[in-house]
């Protein structure tokens, strides 16, 4: 028998909690103030772009067993036995995590309690956090709540993927009675469940993002040399992955993390160093190197184009990563005012993100347009389409003697130069030395 089940907020991990919990056969009510979203959702369109999720959708909606709601019908009739918090944990200007909406949520749910539930935390909330919610507004709730922190780690294009294939379930909670509940809600997802006490399970989760994060700096920053010695980045990559305990993932060289969660989850825990007395030193320079990695292109370009001003730059790919409408913290969002400070003439395309806000920049609904006249194109996302691009055809339209720098480190180098382009990359064969 399933579970019942509701989840607070329906941003990228609510709704990708709601609806796979829903598949799994529970009983699903999802929450957001927003009663647009609520409407959308409720008539079966996703309000993000994941692939299989509207499958899940369709069929939670029509099965009867997943459905949407505003908090306006009241808190005490929303609450389930298990109420997940999944709302945003945006950052603050001092590089925080803003526990604003997490806080309120926490409040209402405490003040609304008239029968015991299980709390359980979905949201990204700094190491501590659990207990002081628990202390401020649970423990004088009428009902006993139990708290359980379940950190997520679901990758954004992977996330249906990611729920049911994961590598483990982190449950963080001092009450034995709510870890039962919780296993038995994941009972049909096979994977190795490790209960810890509640600032563990939420130290997991920054310790997670910080180690992958310091994995993709540290290639770059060896891509860096290998094109400092003339060595090949994708092959000491190959190399040292080779190594069972370093591993082969996460060791792609580009122009840099992005989207919502590494930036975001790196800064917050270096805010949490700091006011607990402690500089992490390693994690300040994966920040640091992430930071100037992002500026690659243009150390690039200026080696190879001596004045951009006037010329036609294409930059392919806004989202932080393929499969994704994401721009959030996307490296392409960087290099594009770059460009444009140096009078350059930018034009961006990318195959989903469309809704982005540009100003002075030309967006093209199709590669060619993109790259038509352009003297550099600057692959900021491994996309498919830029993977298989006809570069011959490229290199009829573009700019005599043009220039494709490849940020994401995913093109053939043969094929670009084969076409007659001038090929750079991240510490791929010192290639631009050549
Ligand atoms: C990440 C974590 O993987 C996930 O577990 C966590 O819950 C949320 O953050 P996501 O942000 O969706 O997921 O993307 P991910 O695929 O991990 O990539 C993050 C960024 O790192 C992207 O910009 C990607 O291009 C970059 N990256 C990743 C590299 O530059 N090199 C790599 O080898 C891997």
Redesign the pocket.
């Given at each position: 028998m399933g579970s019942t089940v509701t989840v607070i907020g329906t941003g990228y991990v609510g709704l990708v909690t709601g609806v796979c919990l829903a598949h799994s056969g529970h009983d699903v009510t999802c929450v957001d103030i927003d009663p647009a979203k609520v409407e959308r959702l409720s008539g079966g369109t996703s309000t993000i772009y994941e692939p299989g999720i509207e499958e899940l959708l369709a069929e939670g909606l029509e099965r009867g067993n997943l459905r949407f709601r505003t908090p306006e019908a009241g808190w005490a009739s929303l609450i389930s036995d298990i109420t997940f918090v999944a709302v945003g944990t945006p950052m603050a200007a001092n590089g925080a995590a803003d526990l604003t909406a997490v806080r309120t949520v926490t409040e209402q749910l405490a003040a609304a309690a008239d029968r015991p539930f299980t709390l359980v935390m979905k949201s990204t909330v700094p190491p501590g956090t659990g207990e002081a919610l628990q202390e401020r507004y649970l423990a004088s709730a009428k009902a006993t709540i139990g708290y359980v922190s379940n950190p997520?780690?679901?990758?954004?294009?992977?996330a249906i993927e990611?729920w049911y294939a994961t590598d483990r379930i982190v449950l963080g909670s001092s009450s034995s009675a709510d870890l039962a509940r919780m296993r038995a809600l994941y009972a049909d997802i096979e994977a190795p469940v490790l209960e810890t006490d509640v600032a563990s399970a939420e130290t997991i989760?920054y310790a997670?993002?910080a180690f992958?994060?310091t994995?993709?700096s540290f290639?770059?920053e060896m891509a860096n040399i290998c094109d400092a010695v003339g060595a090949d980045i994708d092959s000491v990559a190959r190399g040292i992955g080779m190594d069972k305990r370093i591993g082969p993932?996460?060791?792609?060289?580009?122009?840099?993390?992005?989207?919502?969660?590494?930036p975001k989850?790196t800064r917050a825990l270096d805010f949490i160093s700091t006011i607990n007395g402690y500089q992490f030193t390693l994690l300040k320079a994966v920040i640091d190197v992430n930071n100037r990695q992002r500026l690659l292109p243009m150390v690039h370009l200026a080696r190879a184009l001596p004045d951009l001003h006037a010329r036609r730059i294409a930059v392919l790919g806004l989202s932080?990563?393929p499969d994704?409408d994401d721009v959030r913290e996307?490296?392409a969002l960087d290099i594009v005012p770059l460009l444009i400070e140096e009078g350059a003439e930018v034009v961006v395309y990318d195959p989903i993100a469309a809704e982005v806000e540009l100003a002075e920049v030309e967006r093209a609904d199709a590669v060619w347009d993109a790259l038509e006249g352009a003297s550099a194109a600057i692959v900021a996302?491994?996309w498919r389409e830029f993977i298989e691009l006809d570069w011959s055809r490229a290199a009829s339209v573009m700019a005599a003697d043009a220039v494709v720098f490849d940020g994401?480190n995913c093109l053939d180098p043969a094929a670009v130069r084969g076409a007659g382009l001038r090929y750079m990359a991240v510490g791929r064969d010192g290639a631009h030395r050549r």
């Open positions: 997520e780690f679901l990758r954004e294009g992977k990611d989760k997670s993002n992958l994060s994995k993709i290639i770059n993932d996460f060791l792609r060289a580009g122009i840099g993390y992005g989207g919502s969660c590494f989850d932080f990563k994704t996307s490296p996302t491994e994401r």
